[in-house]
């Protein structure tokens, strides 16, 4: 069993900040990788960032720049940094990762979604 708990969502002016938490708890052999996704009212859930245990990293265009995404391997743990938020950031943010357990079995695992809301 593995959980993912996001934390740091919340409501934010256009222009501010927020930086997103998702820690991984349980039997964890890997995390490759983590990212994070979003989805707004009316639309398909879609990729914000991803990065690898390694510390490769893609974003999706509407992003870059902006966010930053991070992550602390001992930890488990993977960050999201939004500067410079806007009003179309507005969204439900998911975590996600990759898991392979200590039974050395593969899953896609995610969280269950924070709150972002960014007011013009």
């Known amino acids: 069993q593995v959980q993912l708990v996001e934390s740091g969502g919340g409501l934010v002016q256009a222009g501010g900040s927020l930086r997103l938490s998702c820690a991984a708890s349980g039997s964890i052999f890997s995390l490759n990788p983590m990212g994070w996704y979003r989805q707004a009212p009316g639309k398909q859930r879609e990729l914000v960032a991803r990065i690898t245990s390694g510390g490769s990293t893609n974003y999706a265009d509407t992003v870059k720049g902006r966010f930053t995404i991070s992550r602390d391997n001992a930890k488990n743990t993977v960050y999201l940094q939004m500067n410079s938020l806007k009003p179309e950031d507005t969204a439900l943010y998911y975590c996600?990762?990759?898991?392979?357990?200590?039974?050395?079995?593969?899953?896609?695992?995610w969280g269950q979604g924070t709150q972002v809301t960014v007011s013009s």
């Open positions: 996600n990762a990759v898991v392979v357990t200590v039974s050395k079995i593969t899953y896609n695992y």
